[in-house]
């Protein structure tokens, strides 16, 4: 089994700071209909739909530049599953 690295957007415990996972998602997706959770390193996000006030389970891919979001995982335990590890 191979282990593989991706980044996780934390709560900055700073005052400021520019790639924690609030000032990401202020920046990115001010009308809070997506919450990124981890990025891409391309300006592309995975992260969370949001409707209604509401995360979705699903974790999607999120293009920042064209195309429309698609799905990646049922929920985040399948996402970091399929993204971390690889047999």
């Known amino acids: 089994m191979d282990i593989r690295q991706f980044d996780v957007l ?3 415990l700073r005052e400021v700071h520019d790639e924690d996972l609030r000032s990401v998602n202020d ?4 009308d ?3 919450i990124a959770v981890a990025p891409v390193g391309t300006g592309d996000h995975w ?3 949001v409707t209604d006030g509401r995360c979705h389970d699903e974790v999607w891919f999120h293009f ?3 195309g429309a979001p698609e799905l990646d995982a049922a929920d985040f335990l399948e996402f970091v ?7």
């Open 27 to 30: 920046r990115e997706f001010p």
């Open 47 to 49: 992260g969370f739909p």
């Open 32 to 34: 809070r209909t997506f």
């Open 10 to 12: 934390a709560k900055s």
């Open 64 to 66: 920042h530049d064209a």
């Open 81 to 87: 599953a399929h993204r971390g590890l690889s047999a």
